[in-house]
Each structure stands twice: as structure tokens, then as C-alpha cells.
């Protein structure tokens, strides 16, 4: 008698536009530092990006901290979905790194949440002598948000570069001589 029930009320639903997949995975949440916010216009552009990634949805984003909480569809966002087998979050944050990345020519991805507290990061500013354009601001970034130890970075339309740093990987130094090998960055840097 159950089943002949569950598949009246399925029947009733389906007629009444409201039919559910029954195997549906449920969404998972997963948070990640998002490499590419140099700058708050940035902010916009990576939301003009994740409408055109199916089964993703952008939560939150703390720009500061660079950290965004995104909720995912399983089955819309792996190939080979597998009810059975359900992805693991590494997994799922893999495929999302791989997803952004590919809609934005690498512009964004997605980095591990940070190991280290705010109180404990050390904020470091640097001043090269030009950043004029966006793609240089961009290119000052990539030198110094890819470093291991630092915890996000920004690049005022000032040029004015901000880097919070976990003291015990990273120092101004290593920035200096980092920003020292981008191309068209003249010193000194201040």
C-alpha cells in the first residue's frame, strides 16, 4: 500500500509542476580563499562569473579576508556524478578551482583557508613607483599573492600594496624582491 502512496503523491506533484528528483544530491557549502581579489571592482567581476557556472552558487564574500563560502550542486558541478560515491569536499573544491579558472583564464581559483589568525598576520605595505593599469596592479598582485605565507593581498588603484603575511613563511623583504622581478616595476620600491 506505501509505495502505491508515494507514487500517488509523486504522480500529484508531477502533474501540479512540481516534480522532484527523488535522487537529487543535496548542496554542499565549502569555503575557500579566492585568489584574484586585488582590487573591489574584482568583487563584481567574480560574480558576473558564477551565473555561468552550473550547480554553483556564491554564498558569501569577505573581501578583506578574501575568503568566500560557496554552495555547490554535486551533480551539476562533477562529471561522473555518483550518488552512491558522493564527492568529498577536496574534491568538490578541486573541480570548482578548476571551473573558475577556467571561465576567467586563470584570473581566479581558490586557495586553502588560512592556517594563520588575523591577530597573528602581519600587515605589509609597499609602494612601487607606477601602477597605472589594471593589468599591471594585476601582475604586482600575481607576484605577491602567489607566495607562500601570504594570506591575501590587494593593490590599491593608488598603487599602494597591501599584504597580510604569516610572519613565520614570509617578510617584507621576500615581497620587495618578489615585486623586484615583475616587469615594468622600476625601483625603488618604497
Known sequence: MRPLISSLVFASLFVAGLAVDLHAAPSVEISRRTFGLFEPS?????????????????VRLDYASTVAVWRLDPALVMTNY?????PTEEQLAQRLDSLLGAATTRTFALKPLSGISAENATLVQLRPPILDCRGCRFAVYNSIAKLDGVESA???????????IDPAKTDQKTLRTALGKVRGIEHPIK
Open 42 to 58: 574584482r568583487v563584481d567581476d567574480l560574480k558576473q562569473v558564477v551565473p555561468t557556472l552550473p550547480g554553483v552558487e556564491l
Open 154 to 164: 590587494t593593490v590599491g588603484e593608488d598603487g599602494l600594496i597591501s599584504a597580510r
Open 82 to 86: 555518483n550518488a552512491k560515491k558522493p
